[in-house]
């Protein structure tokens, strides 16, 4: 028996579409906390992994040409992520290694949420947790970006 297509209004679609949502905006929401945008991530990432070509274009989750790899690479390396000692081989520097196994677990347990076999109303619960998770991270980023460095570092 051939099943019949889910409808775009149908329930579980709208939830799916909540869940993946609010799941994009957790991520974004994640990566501009740490300073980055999803391009920036998956340059970094790249090249934590040794698969980054200078000049060339990266072929990831975003085809990234190469002259926007070498724009990115430069405010990578301007923000203290990386580090051109080797002009062909860029690497993540060793003051922001830390930073960026931080972002690639909260990246990580992002990505295990959104593989896992949950029910609709599974996935509900996890859209509405996503959300509060997003909200939680505005208003950190927004304390955050109001207070000066001297005041972080005290």
Same mark, same amino acid.
């Given at each position: 028996?051939?099943?019949?297509?889910?409808? @775009?209004?149908? @329930?579980?679609?709208?939830?799916?579409? !909540?869940?993946?949502?609010?799941?994009?905006?957790?991520?974004?929401?994640?990566?501009?906390?740490?300073?980055?945008?999803?391009?920036?991530?998956?340059?970094?990432?790249?090249?934590?992994?040794?698969?980054?070509?200078?000049?060339?274009?990266?072929?990831?989750?975003?085809?990234?040409?190469?002259?926007?790899?070498?724009?990115?690479?430069?405010?990578?390396?301007?923000?203290?992520?990386?580090?051109?000692?080797?002009?062909?081989? @860029?690497?993540?520097?060793? *003051?922001?290694?830390?930073?960026?196994?931080?972002?690639?677990?909260?990246?990580? *347990?992002?990505?295990?949420?959104?593989?896992?076999?949950?029910?609709?109303?599974?996935?509900?619960?996890?859209?509405?947790?996503?959300?509060?998770?997003?909200?939680?991270?505005? !208003?950190?980023? *927004?304390?955050?970006?109001?207070?000066? @460095?001297?005041?972080?570092?005290?």
């Amino acid at each position: 028996m051939q099943t019949k297509p889910l409808e @775009p209004n149908e @329930p579980v679609v709208l939830a799916l579409v !909540d869940a993946v949502t609010a799941w994009q905006g957790a991520l974004e929401q994640t990566l501009s906390a740490s300073g980055l945008n999803y391009a920036k991530w998956l340059l970094l990432r790249a090249i934590r992994q040794n698969a980054f070509v200078r000049h060339e274009p990266l072929a990831s989750a975003l085809l990234i040409d190469g002259a926007c790899a070498e724009r990115l690479l430069g405010e990578l390396q301007r923000d203290g992520w990386v580090e051109c000692s080797d002009p062909a081989m @860029p690497r993540i520097s060793a *003051a922001a290694e830390s930073r960026v196994e931080r972002v690639w677990q909260a990246v990580k *347990a992002l990505h295990s949420v959104s593989v896992s076999p949950f029910n609709s109303q599974e996935r509900v619960a996890l859209g509405t947790l996503l959300q509060r998770m997003k909200l939680t991270l505005s !208003d950190h980023s *927004a304390r955050r970006s109001r207070t000066t @460095p001297q005041t972080l570092c005290a």
